[in-house]
Structures are given as structure tokens and as C-alpha cells.
């Protein structure tokens, strides 16, 4: 630079180029391209309704004066939430699930949430993380069990109060707070929330009305670049420069290159929301997802986690199928899931055999009766279920966890049940079992705090925790376990998971035919009506097909092979499938009939939801005088009348308007 401007002379472009730019920059400071201050919207009042919400359930549940475990618990987490600034992330939670519940669509909760007595008693999560616990619900007795002695309160037994003989409510999933907000609650909360995929857009715009239009933005994602894309972009500048480079450099390219920004997208329920005395440019620039000018939501430039958390508020507003699959269960039966006895032995059974089916194993092909129902349904999990045959809702919540695990089931738990060092509800299966597993046995809570923390996230244990593990006598087994674990799921999302199938579970054992109508509608999209409907023979003989193809079956095949395996239990219990009809079938649901299940239109493999949509329209202007007046009136295309034809739907219709004139 000095020389470039040596035509000034050399005091003057000493002057120019050195002095006055570092006069410059002493004058402007520190810049930063974004705030790093944490921004949440604010809601005026919410610190006090938070805290009057919460006494107000708790003393409905527990009476007044409540018992010390209970006012010390909720004490404990509203000084964190509530002194740390996030009683506003509890009220937004709060609004968004009871404007769902209002609207008749159960909400579940995902992830941590579930470990906050204070999110149970706002209806956030319906799972209560306090100690197994009997309580009342006339007299509001109580009676509490220590940390750790009980997985879960659903799992103690049956008791009527003793001071006034009422049956007592079990409860208690037994969870420490600090897993949601760290051992000094100072952790930001992450409110996940489950809402039905079919009423998810509307929570979405819900949002947008609580905290107005321009505050609310959908959370943009950034797609980097996969090794293998990036190889063939190194492959492809070699071909057109025309040059030969050795492997270590083709490599070192490809490293350069893999996870660069290739284009962007939007989380699939993320909500970024701005306070009202902040703009969104402050924090990020915004865009269309994928440049595209017609999508509905604007979202974030930056990617959320990259460098908006921390910053802003994120709501996770997710869709999931089982809040769609309990409301209409609850539709077709008339029966409110959140009252369904999920306590009735015959629910249990399921998870160790099919006879609560009224069928036996030789008919199914082996002995459970979990098909269908979320969670358990797998062959991985039904594997887990034939080896440890729980009987109970903990052990139910360890599978769960296991089956969501990294290293925590094969190679792991799986060998210490088989070699008998340990029973099921002994091994390791969420993250919460540690630190209340090593409190029982007498470590500080800090301490085992800190082990459970390592272990989840898979670094292992120090020499400074094993020695104080074995200090206390924890056995060798329940060490090398924790050394061998990498990713440890949370016991609150387990036990929302199990709630939820266990409900399903209910209808699956009282009322078949609803339970099939809502799985098929919901979760079975490759439902193929033509197979189910030439009967069980014809249906056993597509899954041995699919089966003997092995690795080679494509996965819309293994998909259909799961959905069939579904419609042979069915059949074998009794309930029967109709073939579709153009005038009463429904364009996506399946429809409970005298006769059995009527399929939807679009199960017709080769219609689809658009030709379904189409057809049902164009029959509710009258009935089709002729498969050419068909064709014409619902825009199908010719393919799409022969699969209606090789079903059977056009029987006894003629080809031609004019044949049904004249014929």
C-alpha cells in the first residue's frame, strides 16, 4: 500500500495509508454483525399469572397446604423460570396447548419438558415428574416414595385412601428438574410440543395472533453439502480443467467442500418470534424458503441454531401422527382418550402376547400384539419386547428409551439381561435413571447430576466418578454400561410416548374396527385396496413375496408389507375389507360400514389424493351416466380408469353416454 501511494511522497502516504485508517478504527470500537444479548417476546403480567396458575393446580391436586416434596419442588423451578426470564416461554407454551385442547386435538410433549412439575401444572405436559406417589381425590391425602425406589406411580399398587376409603390416584414418573434446566436452573427451557399434523397450521397461525404479523417467522434451515455431491463437483472441475490430481488432494478438496451452504429450506414446525420493541433485522435477514416468492411463511436467512440461539425464542410446534390418530379414534368411537383406563391389564398383555386379540401366535406368526400401535410396533422393538416381556409401565418407558438409545441396547442392556447380571428395570435406559439411580445409593446430587450429563451425550466416565461409584458400591456392570453408551434418550419424552400408545393400545383391544380405520387412514399411504380386498390368502402370499426379495424389496415395498401385516390381524379378528366404491368411499379416510372397512379412493394404488379429490366432487353433482362421462366430469386419466376397472368400482357402467341411451 506504502508503495502504491509513494507518489505522495513518503510522510504523506505514511499519513494516508497507516495513520489515519488506525484513527479510524480507534474511533468506530467493537462491532458486532448481531446482538448477543437473549431477546424473548414479552407478555405483560406473565411472571404472576405463571406462578398464580401453577399454586392454583397444585393446591386443586394436592390440597392446601400442600406437602412440603410438592411446595419445595414448586418453589424451586418457578425462582429458575421466573428469575431467569422465562415465564414467558411458559405462557406461550401454555396458550398453544390449551387453544389446541379447546379445539379437540390431544398435544404431546417431546423431549425434557415433561421433567417441570411447574409445565404439568401449567398443561403444558401431562407427565408429572415428582416421586411415585399415591394421592386423593376427595381428601387430597398424599403419600410419597423416595427418588429412585419406583420407576413410575402408575406401577404401584392398587390402594383406597385411608382417612376417607376413597380409590387413591397413582402417580409420579419420578424426574429431576435438572434435566430440563440444568443442576442451577439456568438452562433455556426447550418446549417441544406434539400437535396433530391436520391442526398444526392452525397452532402455527395461532402464533402469529398472539404475538402479531412481523413477529413471528418460520425458522430457516441451511442444507450443506454431502461428501458425495462434493466429490463429484472435485471430479467434475478435474474433467474440465483436465487435470490428474493424486487421491490425498481429491480428498482435501472434498473436505473443503463437503457442509458448504447448497441451499435453504424451513424446520419443519420451528416459529421464531421477535418482542414487539425489536425488529427481525436486528437478528437476521429474512428470506422465502428456497427463493420461493409463493410460500406461505417468510423465514430466517440464518440458520436458528447456528446463530440466533441464545438470541431469540423458538417455539417447536411439531406435527405428529398420534394426536391426529386419538381424535378420530375418539370421532368414530365417542370415547375421550384422556379417559380411557390405561391401566386395564388386558393393555398390558399386548406387549407380551396376542391373546388379549382373541387370536393366537400360530394364526399371526408370533406372539405379541403390538402391531399398530406407535413405538412398539417395529420389528426392532418387538424383538426387545419377545426378550424382556414387560409386565409394567416403567419397564414399558426403559424400552422405549432403549429403542431410542445409541449403544444402549445392542452390544449393551441386551447382553446384561441375557447373562442375568441385570433384570430390565435395572439397566440403563434414559438419561434420568443415573442421576436418581446413583442418589438412592447415596451419591450427591450434584455429582450424579454431573455422571448423567456425560453419559447422555457419550463421553464417558472420568477416573474421579468411577472411583466415587465405586465408593458407594455400584457394581462393575453398571459402569462398563455408562462407558459404552453414546446417546441416552430423556425419560419425560418415554413416558409421553408410552401414555400415548398405551391410549391407542386401549382402542386397538376395545374397538378394532376404529383402530384400524384410524391407522390406515393416518399411517398407511402405501395401503394397496386391490390386494386386501382378494382376502387373507392373497394378503399372506404378497408379504411372503416381499419377504423372500430380502434387501432387494424397494421400501415402498417393505412399507406395504408392514401395513399388510396389520390387515392380516384384522382379518384374523374378525373385521372385514370391502372394495372401494366411486359413490361412498371416502377420498382419504377409511369409513366403519355394516359390512366392514370401506377403503378410500386413493388407496387405489395409482389414483391418488388428487384423481380421490377429483372423482369426489364430481359425484356430488350426480351419478356418472357412463365411464366416458366419468373420465370427463372428474379429469382422470385413462390409467386412472383402468385401476378403478380392474377393481371392480365400474361394474355394470356403460362406456358411452351414448350407449347408455340407446343401448
Known amino acids: ?114 421433567s417441570s412439575f411447574v409445565a404439568m401444572v401449567t398443561d403444558i405436559t401431562e407427565v408429572n415428574p415428582l416421586p411415585a406417589h399415591y394421592r386423593c381425590p376427595k381428601c387430597k391425602y398424599t403419600e410419597f416414595k423416595k427418588t429412585g425406589e419406583f420407576g413410575s406411580g402408575l406401577d404401584l399398587p392398587s390402594k383406597d385412601c385411608p382417612n376417607c376409603g376413597t380409590p387413591l390416584i397413582k402417580d409420579g414418573q419420578d424426574i429431576q428438574f435438572a434435566t430440563f434446566m440444568g443442576f442451577e436452573g439456568d438452562k433455556e427451557p426447550d418446549i417441544d410440543l406434539n400437535f396433530s399434523g391436520e391442526y398444526q397450521p392452525t397452532v402455527h397461525h395461532y402464533t402469529e395472533e398472539l404475538f402479531g404479523k412481523g413477529y413471528v417467522f418460520r425458522a430457516g434451515t441451511i442444507t450443506g453439502l454431502a461428501d458425495k455431491m462434493a466429490f463429484g463437483f472435485v471430479k467434475g472441475y478435474m474433467e474440465d480443467k483436465g487435470v490428474k490430481l493424486r487421491q490425498s488432494e481429491i480428498n482435501r478438496l472434498v473436505k473443503g467442500c463437503t457442509g458448504v451452504r447448497r441451499s435453504t429450506g424451513q424446520h419443519p414446525g420451528g416459529m421464531v418470534v421477535v418482542p414487539q420493541d425489536q425488529e427481525i433485522y436486528n437478528f437476521t435477514p429474512i428470506q422465502y424458503p428456497a427463493n420461493d416468492r409463493k410460500a406461505e411463511w417468510i423465514t430466517t436467512h440464518f440458520d436458528f441454531h447456528g446463530a440466533l440461539e441464545g438470541r431469540l425464542v423458538k417455539l417447536d410446534i411439531l406435527g405428529h401422527d398420534d394426536p391426529t390418530v386419538l381424535r378420530m379414534l375418539q370421532d368414530l368411537t365417542g370415547i375421550d382418550p384422556k379417559t380411557v383406563a390405561i391401566s386395564d391389564p388386558k393393555i398390558m398383555r399386548l406387549f407380551s402376547s396376542v391373546e388379549p386379540l382373541g387370536i393366537t401366535a400360530e394364526q399371526l406368526g408370533f406372539d405379541l400384539g403390538t402391531l399398530g400401535v406407535p413405538e412398539f410396533g417395529t420389528g426392532f422393538v418387538r424383538q426387545m419386547l419377545e426378550e424382556t416381556k414387560p409386565t409394567t409401565f416403567s419397564e414399558l418407558f426403559n424400552i422405549s428409551g432403549l429403542s431410542h438409545g445409541t449403544n444402549v441396547w445392542l452390544g ?38 454431573k455422571i448423567m450429563e456425560k453419559v447422555r451425550k457419550g463421553k464417558g466416565l472420568e477416573p474421579d466418578d468411577i472411583t466415587l461409584m465405586h465408593e458407594n458400591q455400584i457394581p462393575d456392570w453398571y459402569i462398563e454400561s455408562c462407558q459404552k453408551i453414546k446417546y441416552l434418550f430423556p425419560k419425560a419424552h418415554a413416558v409421553a410416548y408410552v401414555l400415548s400408545a398405551l391410549r391407542i393400545a386401549y382402542y386397538k383391544v376395545h374397538y378394532p374396527e376404529a383402530f384400524y380405520a384410524s391407522y390406515f387412514t393416518v399411517r398407511a399411504d402405501e395401503f394397496d385396496a386391490d390386494t386386501v380386498v382378494h382376502g387373507e390368502e392373497v394378503v399372506r402370499n404378497t408379504m411372503t413375496q416381499i419377504r423372500q426379495k430380502g434387501n432387494e424389496a ?18 384374523l379378528r374378525g373385521v372385514h375389507f370391502v372394495r372401494v366404491d366411486i359413490y361412498k368411499s371416502d377420498p382419504q379416510k377409511f369409513i366403519i360400514t355394516p359390512e366392514g372397512l370401506l377403503p378410500p379412493l386413493a388407496s387405489l394404488q395409482g389414483l391418488g389424493d388428487n384423481a380421490a379429490n377429483y372423482l369426489a366432487t364430481a359425484r356430488a353433482e350426480g351419478p356418472f351416466l357412463s365411464v366416458e362421462d366419468l373420465k370427463s366430469r372428474a379429469h382422470l386419466s385413462s390409467a386412472v380408469i383402468d385401476v378403478l376397472q380392474n377393481h371392480g368400482c365400474l361394474q355394470g357402467m356403460s362406456e358411452s353416454a351414448q350407449l347408455a341411451l340407446f343401448g
Open 1 to 114: 500500500m506504502l508503495q502504491e501511494f509513494s507518489y505522495l511522497g513518503a510522510e504523506l502516504a505514511a499519513e494516508v495509508v497507516v495513520k489515519n485508517p488506525n484513527a479510524l478504527v480507534d474511533k468506530i470500537g467493537d462491532v458486532r454483525p448481531i446482538v448477543e444479548e437473549f431477546y424473548p417476546p414479552k407478555i405483560p403480567g406473565a411472571e404472576e399469572e405463571i406462578r398464580e396458575m401453577s399454586y392454583r393446580h397444585a393446591r386443586e391436586l394436592y390440597g392446601d397446604p400442600m406437602p412440603d416434596i410438592v411446595k419445595d419442588r414448586l418453589e424451586l423451578e418457578l425462582k429458575s423460570i421466573i428469575g431467569h426470564g422465562y415465564a414467558v416461554l411458559y405462557l406461550i407454551a401454555h396458550k398453544l396447548v390449551k387453544k389446541s385442547l379447546d379445539d379437540g386435538y390431544l398435544v404431546g410433549s417431546r423431549g425434557s419438558v415433561g
Open 554 to 571: 424397494t421400501q415402498k415395498e417393505k412399507n406395504l408389507e408392514t401395513i399388510l401385516e396389520l390387515v392380516l390381524e384384522a382379518m
Open 412 to 449: 449393551n442392556a441386551q447382553e446384561l439381561i441375557k447373562n442375568g447380571l441385570a433384570r430390565l428395570p435395572e439397566v440403563i435406559s434414559v438419561r434420568d435413571v443415573i442421576m436418581n439411580n446413583l442418589i438412592l445409593k447415596g451419591l450427591p446430587p450434584k455429582a450424579s447430576f
